[in-house]
């Protein structure tokens, strides 16, 4: 694949992923919407369906040579991979809190090479290309300078896909440590705002690669560090993820990982 190819695809990311927020905030707005369980907590609704929906023709119609892994249509790995979040936060979207993004990220040769992360709430979007930056509404961002856990704001993302307790200890050990520690739902969002610093860290002891692909480019584009998410299998399987500021990188890891 030549530079062009990718730069078509950044460009188009972007404009999918407005296009799908506004598929997305259509149905928010109307909250007769129905809502079925995958699990605990983890909701499903016909605007993840349709707005996935949509990305996959749109990509289709494009770039029909490339394959797609998404949360809700599933997928394989190829050479050529979009990784799709149609709605991350979906909970939040379910009971109409508003904060809920559209996550599309392209996968060639081994890596994340592009990201769009749009929040249409907020019209937010955020996009990075591997080498060439990343960006909030087309400014530069920069992840932030904060070296001190005793200064740092991080998000301890939570789901069911590890024990209770293991996440209670997570948050235990950040308190301990000095961090201020949220959790507020969507991972897409948690590391866009760690590649803007608005806050210093994000961390979750297992996420899956549409969580968090397009994520990681901005994060690492922005200046931030980031675990290695796709070693072993973690593009088909998911991994424990911790993306922060570059001074608190390795202490974050560190107290995030102990005791895994
Ligand atoms: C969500 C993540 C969040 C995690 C949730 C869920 P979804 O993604 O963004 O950080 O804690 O369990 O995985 O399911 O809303 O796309």
């Known amino acids: 694949m030549i530079e062009k190819d990718i730069e078509r695809r950044f460009v188009f990311a972007a404009d999918l992923a407005r296009e799908a927020g506004r598929c997305a905030v259509r149905y928010f707005r109307d909250r007769s919407l129905a809502v079925t369980m995958k699990g605990q907590n983890d909701p499903v609704t016909a605007a993840d369906l349709e707005t996935d929906q949509l990305i996959a023709r749109r990509i289709a119609g494009q770039f029909p040579e490339d394959r797609i892994l998404s949360e809700e249509s599933g997928g394989n790995p190829a050479d050529r991979l979009w990784i799709v979040d149609p709605i991350d936060g979906t909970l939040n ?53 904060i070296s001190e856990p005793k200064s740092a704001l991080v998000e301890a993302g939570y789901s069911l896909k590890r024990p209770l ?40 002891l297992h996420l899956a690669s ?12 922005a200046g931030g560090r980031t675990s290695d998410f796709f070693t072993d299998t973690g593009l088909t399987d998911g991994n424990f993820l911790v993306a922060a500021a570059p001074a608190l990188q390795a202490h974050l890891h560190e107290v995030a990982e102990r005791e895994r």
């Open 165 to 204: 307790a293991d996440y209670h200890a997570l948050v235990g050990r950040l308190l301990e440590a000095g961090y201020n520690v949220r959790q507020v739902g969507s991972a897409a969002l948690g590391l866009a705002e760690v590649a803007c610093g608005r806050i210093d860290g994000y961390c979750e």
């Open 210 to 221: 549409w969580d968090v692909a397009a994520g990681l480019v901005l994060v690492e584009e």
């Open 93 to 145: 979207f379910a009971r109409g809190i508003s904060r809920f993004a559209v996550s599309i990220a392209f996968f060639w040769n081994g890596t994340v090479v592009l990201g769009a992360i749009y929040d249409p709430i907020a019209d937010e979007m955020f996009t990075a290309r591997r080498g060439g930056g990343a960006f909030l509404n087309g400014s530069p961002i920069r992840a932030s300078a």
